[in-house]
């Protein structure tokens, strides 16, 4: 249904976002849904409604059926439809409407002052470089969970870096050429919505493919008995046009869109409970050495099926609601005010370089690895920052500067 985008560096820039092929595709599933909409009713929901009224406007003789006088039947059949089609459409608005999800405009971002420890590094870039390395260990695995950004470059291990925004990767980010800049758990882009589908409206995108499968579902149940009648011997050339040509066509599609979108939703399921994207998923199936990178990364990510799910849908109770789940979290998969704090030594105490002799050595192995940091990094606040006023600067303050026992932390506050 819709083309994968590309993490690329690619810098030719592509059409403008306004042309006509950014606007043709979502025009067409508006019109697609107006048509389903409007056939429908009138050929399935009004004869129902007529029968009705004490005087029905449509003759049974002509129309080729009696409709059901039954009011119960008739007005639940009417709210399901139109329950369905305005979730369908609401789902489909907000994943053309919301933003995807860029990188936050922090220098946490910009000068990649992640401050992991050199040590908890350079045992990262074993644990990455290792391809036999067992990272089913309890230990490894709480480790990695706890590192602020665990993807890295493929050819040197170094952190992943954005040449056309000028900023660090956060993990599961990649640039979309398309929309000019890197999208947060980017999936792909998709033309049918003129928009890519990421980590803010993945929920709105997969709700819309669901509620697509089950209105076509519910149009096929509902109107099999009027499409069946369609082929009756033409009693009105007339009706045989406006009617029963069209409610042929809307059945024909329905059925068709019913399997079509529902292999490609079974298949988005499927990685919302592995926790994959469509980009991810083409990382693990490539060579060992990928698909090594890609199941350590992944540890940090897959939160089990249940959670998985929840992760993308928010809490069961607004699970068939498109409604936002991300109040709190901003996508990056780095916890802010950066919570991470070095990984525990062999002797199961915590690694603190300030107290331990080795640690210059261990700066200086993985000084490259680490770009220095800003002794004042002044950035503007996230969005969900709500404490602070969206005029007021944050000072990220380097936890270097403040010698508190958890020197690992970074702190965001009001300058
Ligand atoms: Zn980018
Ligand atoms: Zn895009």
Redesign the pocket.
């Known amino acids: 249904m819709c083309n994968s985008?590309q993490d690329n560096e690619a810098k030719n820039s592509p059409k403008s976002n306004l042309s006509l092929s950014v606007v043709l595709p979502p025009l067409a599933v508006a019109l697609l849904m107006l048509a389903v909409y409007v056939i429908y009713s009138m050929n399935v929901i009004y004869p129902r409604i007529d029968a009705l009224s004490p005087n029905p406007s449509l003759d049974p003789s002509f129309i080729g059926y009696t409709p059901t006088k039954n009011l119960t039947e008739t007005v639940l059949f009417t709210i399901g439809f139109n329950i369905l089609f305005i979730l369908c459409l609401i789902s489909f608005l907000r994943s053309i409407v919301t933003p995807?999800g860029s990188i936050p405009n922090l220098l946490i971002w910009k000068e990649a002052a992640f401050k992991i420890d050199p040590r908890d590094e350079e045992r990262f870039r074993n644990i990455l470089n290792d391809e036999s390395f067992d990272i089913t260990q309890p230990d490894v695995v709480e480790f990695i969970m706890t590192l602020p950004v665990v993807e890295r470059k493929k050819k040197d291990t170094q952190y992943r870096f954005c040449a056309q925004c000028e900023s660090y990767k956060p993990d599961r980010t990649h640039h979309?050429r398309?929309?000019k800049q890197c999208?947060l758990r980017m999936d792909h882009?998709c033309p049918w919505i003129a928009?890519?589908v990421g980590f803010m409206n993945y929920k709105f995108f997969l709700l819309f493919l669901i509620y697509t499968v089950l209105a076509c579902l519910y149009v096929v149940l509902t109107s099999f008995g009027r499409f069946y009648l369609a082929f009756r011997p033409v009693v009105h050339v007339g009706y045989f046009l406006l009617h029963d040509i069209p409610i042929i066509i809307v059945f024909i599609t329905c059925v068709i869109l019913f399997f079509a979108v529902g292999i490609f939703l079974s298949f988005h399921l499927y990685l919302t409970g592995a926790a994959m994207s469509t980009i991810e998923l083409r990382e693990k199936k490539n060579v060992q050495e990928t698909k090594h990178r890609f199941n350590v990364a992944h540890m940090k990510f897959d939160r089990g099926f249940c959670g998985n799910i929840e992760h993308v849908f928010g809490p069961p109770y607004m699970w068939l609601f498109p409604i936002q789940p991300h109040t709190e979290i901003e996508g990056t998969y780095c916890p802010i005010p950066m919570q991470y704090e070095s990984s525990v030594t062999t002797d199961g105490r915590r690694f603190n370089p300030n107290n331990n002799p080795s640690s210059g050595e261990n700066s200086q192995t993985s000084s490259n690895a680490t770009p220095p940091i800003s002794p004042n990094l002044i950035a503007q606040p996230p969005n969900d920052q709500a404490s602070h006023s969206s005029d007021t600067p944050l000072l990220l303050a380097p936890t270097t500067l403040d010698p508190t026992p958890n020197n690992h932390t970074m702190e965001i506050r009001n300058v």
């Open positions: 985008a995807p979309c398309i929309c999208i882009h928009n890519c």
